[in-house]
């Protein structure tokens, strides 16, 4: 996105490893030819005197033992802190750590944390110039596939009696609220037993399908009776993706930061304590606008479903007797890194591996100055001058449900003030680091807790039990808040920023071409037949959050905003418009081309 949320964070250069000469690959041969070519060391016979004195031989082997018992006895004595003048603080023991946690000084006067709090952690993959980088040795055609043949298409839609739902995150283990909390305690409805966190996020929460009635529309997604699916124009987001690269309010990376800073030098200033003593040890994980593993997942999974569902509108593209066959799908998004990428993993799932000669990827640029419905904001100036309010409310609601975590969170660490900005962060960490580094909800149990005790761990993130059900509830008006009034129908953007997709969606349900080009429509693309084809029936297009928000406002779909106002002093808890339910991540909008009998169509 151009213009972000309160999740964003200021851009920063990654840690670059220096070049350096591989001794390995400068020694492996470059193909199969040079291997077998290569020569065969010869061992030199060495000059040897007749005579050798009996103490000579066991010279050079004695020395060699007396250097490696030195060495591991200095490792040893480092080990057991006898040569350094710190140890480690009985304070803080954790199942698994390879750094140290908090110090303490030798003579007991004080404790601190390593100068590493808060520094930027990068694993870089894949290698550069790996060593076994053959790839004629490693084909993967090599003939005898085996017998194959395909079946009919899936046509769940059109078959099934019940519509299937998405629970949302499979693969991650569901953080629980603060343990204080009196709602997990006695077990209350919608208390941490049943509390669903994944559901308080807003963007940032994974897709799930929301219930009956969640907007004040009694029908389902089932198709009405009487009426058989005849297209369909899929709408969706981007899976799950690390923070943004913006500097604005609420950034992770710029918390991160601070309190590196607060900690610099030889001895330094932040110790934490109680529920926040994991930042004793704590580093910055997150890397920023690509896709994590769980977001690859997200859309692979969604090309799956899509394919069961839909599956059999492919027919057209095949069948001798259909009016566009023989021809190709097109799937459309854009040139940023996580767009293309969801785009590639939604196109596997639905088509399955290779892509080649089932699927056309139609990369629109994503840049200021180019037309494009699917990023508007760049052609809009208004946009990032007028249209961003939601922020402001943000600010104001953040100082009312965070009162009490303020308080509570700032008495836990010493070294770093804690501003209102910096627990709500706190609160982005937990969702982004939870989506980050998925974890299998199948794994020993007791490993999953040795790990929960500590800082970040594989699936799951310390700064999500910090807050009460009640915070989370907050954090998700304050989510509702930002995306209603800077996306949605309190934005004075939101319907022109819609308008360009609508016109193309209309141009396709009706088959007829757009006359004329003054929202963000792109002509070259849009009034070429082959670019934007108008007689399918199978149509997918990759977006922002924001933009869904914008089309669907475009819409004018007044049942995403019932409930009364919102406003930033005060939950509205009868509101309808919530961003989880609306634009999460993944989230898709099926537009379906209904036919009923005898020649009526309907879009459902």
């Known amino acids: 996105m151009s213009r972000s949320g309160p999740n964003d964070e200021r851009g920063y250069s990654d840690y670059e490893p220096l070049d350096r000469e591989d001794e390995h690959h400068a020694l492996l041969p470059s193909t199969t030819q040079e291997l077998k070519e290569s020569p065969v060391p010869q061992l030199e016979r060495s000059q040897c005197s007749r005579y050798r004195h009996p103490l000579k031989s066991c010279v050079v082997p004695l020395i060699f033992f007396l250097a490696g018992g030195s060495a591991v006895l200095l490792v040893q004595l480092l080990q057991a802190n006898y040569l350094f003048p710190f140890h480690r603080s009985a304070t803080t023991s954790h199942a698994y750590n390879p750094r140290p946690g908090l110090l303490t000084a030798a003579n007991g006067e004080g404790e601190f944390a390593p100068p590493y709090i808060g520094s930027k952690e990068i694993h870089n993959y894949p290698p550069t110039s790996p060593t076994n980088d053959f790839p004629s040795l490693f084909p993967t055609e090599v003939g005898y596939p085996g017998p194959t043949g395909t ?4 046509a769940l839609v059109q078959t099934a009696p019940v519509y299937p739902k998405q629970s949302g995150a499979p693969l991650l283990v569901r953080p629980r609220p603060n343990s204080n909390d009196k709602a997990d305690d006695e077990g209350e409805e919608g208390g941490g037993g049943r509390f669903d966190m994944f559901k308080s996020w807003g963007n940032l929460s994974p897709w799930y399908s929301v219930d009956h009635g969640s907007f004040g529309v009694s029908g389902g997604p089932e198709t009405p009776v009487g009426c058989v699916v005849e297209g369909l124009h899929l709408l969706h987001r981007h899976g799950a993706r690390y923070p943004t690269e913006y500097a604005g309010f609420a950034s992770p990376a710029e918390f991160a930061a601070r309190l590196h800073k607060a900690n610099h030098g030889k001895k ?12 004793n040890t704590w580093t910055y994980k997150l890397g920023h606008n690509v896709l994590t593993p769980f977001g690859r997942q997200q859309l692979f999974d969604l090309g799956v479903s899509m394919r069961l569902k839909y599956g059999f509108l492919l027919e057209s593209f095949t069948d001798p007797k259909s009016k566009i066959s023989p021809r190709l799908p097109i799937i459309r998004t854009e040139s940023q890194d996580r767009m293309l990428a ?4 939604f196109a596997l799932g639905f088509f399955g591996w290779p892509l080649d000669g089932k699927v056309l990827m139609e990369v629109t640029v994503e840049e200021r100055g180019v037309n494009n419905t699917l990023a508007p904001y760049k052609t809009c100036p208004n946009d990032s001058m007028q249209g961003d309010r939601g922020r402001w409310y943000v600010r104001k609601w953040v100082e009312v449900y965070l009162k009490d975590a303020h308080k509570r969170l700032g008495a836990l660490i010493e070294g770093v003030k804690l501003e209102y900005e910096d627990v709500y962060v706190m609160q982005l960490l937990c969702a982004y680091e939870v989506c980050a580094y998925p ?16 800082t970040v761990a594989l699936g799951y993130s310390s700064f999500c039990s910090l807050f009460t059900q009640s915070e989370w509830e907050g954090f998700e008006y304050a989510l509702d808040l930002y995306f209603y009034y800077g996306y949605g129908a309190g934005a004075p953007t939101a319907r022109a920023l819609g308008s360009g997709y609508v016109i193309e969606l209309l141009a396709r349900l009706t088959r007829t071409p757009i006359k004329e080009h003054r929202t963000s429509t792109n002509a070259t693309l849009d009034d070429n037949p082959i670019t934007f084809p108008l007689d399918q029936n199978f149509y997918v297009d990759a977006t922002h959050e924001v933009v869904v928000v914008n089309v669907l406002t475009t819409l004018n779909l007044t049942s995403l905003w019932d409930g009364g106002k919102l406003t930033p002093y005060e939950m509205n808890k009868d509101r309808k418009f919530v961003t989880s339910k609306i634009a999460p991540f993944a989230t898709n909008v099926q537009f379906q081309r209904a036919f009923s009998f005898p020649s009526h169509f309907y879009l459902h």
């Open 342 to 345: 969801s785009a590639t993993n």
């Open 439 to 454: 974890f299998s909800p199948d794994a020993d149990e007791l490993f999953i807790h040795s790990l929960f005790a500590q």
């Open 151 to 154: 079946g009919a298409e899936p």
């Open 268 to 279: 330094g200033k932040l110790k934490a304590k109680g529920d926040l003593a994991f930042l």
